[in-house]
């Protein structure tokens, strides 16, 4: 079992960056899946970014390919979502996932974080 915690979440203007970062205890971020959701008021949880392991295959939803970067560093158990260039439209709860298998889909999620909020002001 993993446990989960983002932290990096906050206030920035449209066209700053902030970066995301998920603190994994329990067991390694290199034995999972690992992704990042999101999740707009009113709206079901969506997936942004996510990083297999072995090899580290990465996968972007359209609207953040080239803005956003998911990154794994083992050595400090931890995943990344680095994010440039935001809008607005980004502002939403931002969720790390984990899961055994290779799957990007929400519902093949085993282990959540409890979210960090990132809103962008225009």
């Known amino acids: 079992q993993v446990q989960l915690v983002e932290s990096g979440g906050g206030l920035v203007q449209a066209g700053g960056s902030l970066r995301l970062s998920c603190a994994a205890s329990?067991?390694?971020?290199?034995?999972?899946?690992m992704a990042w959701f999101r999740q707009f008021p009113g709206k079901e949880r969506e997936f942004v970014a996510g990083i297999r392991r072995n090899p580290d295959t990465t996968n972007y939803v359209d609207s953040v390919k080239g803005r956003f970067t998911i990154s794994r560093d083992v050595a400090k158990n931890t995943v990344y979502l680095q994010m440039n260039s935001l809008k607005p439209e980004d502002t939403a709860v931002y969720y790390c996932a984990a899961n055994y298998g290779s799957r990007w889909s929400l519902q093949f999620m085993d282990y959540w974080g409890k979210g960090t909020l990132v809103t962008v002001s225009s």
């Open positions: 329990g067991r390694t971020v290199s034995d999972y899946t």
